[in-house]
């Protein structure tokens, strides 16, 4: 299957660094992509996204996605961005109930679910964040957390649960420079494949992508496990040099 790179900008970025890191990225990128590439930028840059885009044709193959998106579909939310109002800037995927989100927020997955019912309604891919903290891992609990974050969103999805995009993030590895070995991550994507086709027959073909500190020195080894469909990049998407060797480590 095509592999996914995700790039997660999170509250990063500014109209000037963001135009230097897209044209940084466009003149890395090989004229054919090797995998699916998105970055998940800041909702009010958005507009800069689609205007550079538009200009810049190595750019076109880039999907853009958002880090969040409401429960609900439209009214008295302050703060919130509806999935239609995403899909107004051809936002492609939105990512759910990432851990910050979870952590920071007080995100429950049902919550999570319902996010995810709202982007799949207007066509945008939904990328489901699920893993377990290092205390839930210590715990021997890792397959039971995840298992239950992803039974959630089967259930309030039913059979849209094939258009998702599934990315397996333990906590404990976002951000702190400690990946999942290959082997434990592939252990924990073959449990969420299983899950998976117990409640679809097209499990086969749902990307599940790893998140978690991976780099260009690790993607490779990552991205070589069976039931590895990807990566969800944090800190080196905001490095081009780095995000363009993950991407062509995922050919
Ligand atoms: C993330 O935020 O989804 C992530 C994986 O971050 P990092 O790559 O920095 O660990």
Redesign the pocket.
């Known amino acids: 299957m095509t592999k996914l790179i995700a790039g ?1 900008w ?1 509250m990063n970025g500014s109209l000037t660094a963001n135009e230097a890191l897209l044209r940084a990225l466009a003149s890395g990128l090989p004229q054919a992509l090797p995998c699916d590439v998105a970055v998940c930028i800041p909702a009010p840059y958005f507009a800069q996204f689609q205007a550079l885009a538009a200009a810049t044709p190595a750019l076109a193959a880039v999907a853009l996605g958002a880090q969040d998106i409401s429960s609900q579909p439209a009214g008295a939310f302050t703060g919130e961005v509806s999935a239609t109002m995403l899909k107004d800037f051809a936002c492609r995927y939105a990512i759910v109930g ?1 851990s ?1 989100r979870r952590q920071y927020h007080g995100e429950t997955d049902a919550l999570v679910a319902a996010k995810a019912q709202q982007a799949l309604a207007v066509g945008i891919t939904p990328i489901v ?1 699920v893993g377990e903290t290092l205390a839930e891992r210590e715990a021997g609990q890792t397959t039971e957390v995840v298992k239950r974050q992803l039974a959630a969103v089967i259930q309030a999805n039913g059979h849209c649960i094939s258009e998702i995009v599934l ?1 397996y ?1 333990p906590v404990w ?4 420079g400690k990946t999942a070995s290959p082997e434990e991550a592939q252990t924990v994507h073959a449990v969420l494949r299983a899950q998976l086709a117990a409640a679809t027959a097209h499990a086969s073909r749902v990307k599940i992508i790893y ?4 780099n260009a020195a690790n993607a490779a080894s990552l991205l070589a496990q069976p039931d590895i469909d990807g990566g ?5 998407a905001l490095k081009a040099a780095d995000f363009l060797s993950i991407i062509s480590a995922a050919s």
């Open positions: 997660n999170k990432h910050e964040c990315a993030e590895a976002i951000g702190t998140g978690g500190s991976m969800l990049i944090g800190g080196a």
